[in-house]
């Protein structure tokens, strides 16, 4: 088992040590020989990441390398990748070969950092386990019989076993930050505009955020600084100043304010990931942070305002979903109508359907005041909260998820049962703010437990700083599944 | 709320969604489960909350009005179901 981080491979390129043709046939061998057990990856095309990996190299020669030119990462299939089939976990997109790059994509192609395949999904983004992916579900490396979590499960899967030194995804609710939790790895939404969406299937555009996922917090860093940056051509991109996500790290926590939500340690919460996070912040104080108690009293409602806000949006984004540009089309149909109905009804799955029925419901006459207006006037309320709890802290700490990853099939018939595992996850995307999650132990049946780390806006490096101080100290991060 | 079985088929038209009888059935449950976690909002006063549409309230920009991008018309066809001549074709919809 390897144990080698982007940093690590990236110092073995500039030395000199390996080649990214060398890397890339390295990990495309692992991940032929871990991904049948897995289901991490949905597309796996060696000749065109050697090609990437070859033009990497042809740049290191010609002295033209950046800090990450030659490390292989792989990508969420939700991202536009030209040349690539993009199915985005569905049926509907199951001979979609990208005409176009993702703005993410075209970053990581500008630093020189070859795709080693498309990463599984659940469908559209909408799950919580990667069981609604058209492709079959994804399996926990840690246990077979288990979920990674979901949406990006597929992406988190692949970094616990190692197959893939790091993966991008993307998190509306908790996508990010659950599966790396489940699986054991540190995984970053960054602040709602930072990274910019063009080229991400859309789910819900108001929430929708891409992001890192890697083994350390060292390496989120230096991935965000090759995805965030501003794009035209997302409306929501903030126009910024370049920012270095690493240029913290190494500070000290002394006085670091640690807020506590009161609201996110009662019933619900596992004894065993209780018991974890309590001792990560008994390691946080060792190195210096000061706890404090904040109170975010509308969280409990995140779930509900979100089970109005983001359907309501995916009603209306896939809508585009007609057979008629791109996409599967039925193959028996009489008339226009005809034809987008069985299309559609054929095309996605039944978690999808579920979502775009809600939100045409929420959004339809007689209705839109009652669900819609009343969501977005909690969603204000939710942003309030965070907004009061930061005059009294830093960064906000707690459990990622309320238990750990849970076993195949188990909340798959109670769509309720599993929209509550993203229960403290949701509020930070309602309210557009950074999070993050990192290892920070096991529970009794050997299985990672994550810790959520919510920052204010824009406070990416300092989480980052955090949570590297932390790495440091303790070595959840570097505990493996075994058999991979 | 409790929404009918007439509900779930209307709403599964608006949505452009077929929906055979077992299935309504099953979506009538699953989504009344669903409006019962939602309904849990509605006993929170928002009066006088301002609604917030989107994270950080953000402002859309506009963008110069000029040509950025190439005719890519033949690539993107390339994915289409059915094309002829540049056109989609879809079923026929004005006699």
Redesign the interface.
Known sequence: MSQTTIKQLADRLASGKTSSVELCQDYLARIQAGNPKLNAFITVDAERTLAEARAADARRAANNAGPLTGVPIAHKDIFCAEGWLTTCGSKMLANFVSPYDAHVIGQFKAAGMPCLGKTNMDEFAMGSSTETSYYGPTRNPWDSARVPGGSSGGSAAAVAARITPAATGTDTGGSIRQPAALCGITGLKPTYGVVSRYGMIAFASSLDQGGPMATTAEDCALLLNVMAGFDARDSTSLEREKEDYTRDLARPLAGLRIGLPKEFFGAGLSGDTAIAVEAAIEQFKKLGAVIVEVSLPNSGLSVAAYYVIAPAEASSNLSRFDGVRYGYRTPDYGDLTEMYEKSRAEGFGAEVKRRIMIGTYVLSHGYYDAYYLQAQKLRRLIAQDFAAAYRQCDVILGPTAPTTAFKLGEKADDPVEMYLSDIYTIAVNLAGLPGMSLPCGLDGQGLPIGLQLIGDYFSEARMLNVAHQYQLATDWHQRTPGGF | MS?SID??RR?????????GEDEAVQ?QS??N??????????A?D?AG????????D?F??L?ADAVTEPN?RE??Q?????VAGGF?L??K?IE
């Not at chain 2, 709403?11 to 929906?19: M, T």
């Not at chain 2, 489960?33 to 509605?42: E, H, K, N």
């Open positions: 929404l509900d779930v709403i599964a038209h608006l949505a452009r969604i077929r929906v979506y699953q989504l489960g669903v409006f019962d976690l939602i309904a849990r909002m509605q929170v928002t909350v301002a609604p917030m549409a989107h994270a950080r953000l859309q920009r963008r890519r690539a993107f390339a994915v289409a179901p059915q989609y879809v079923p919809v």
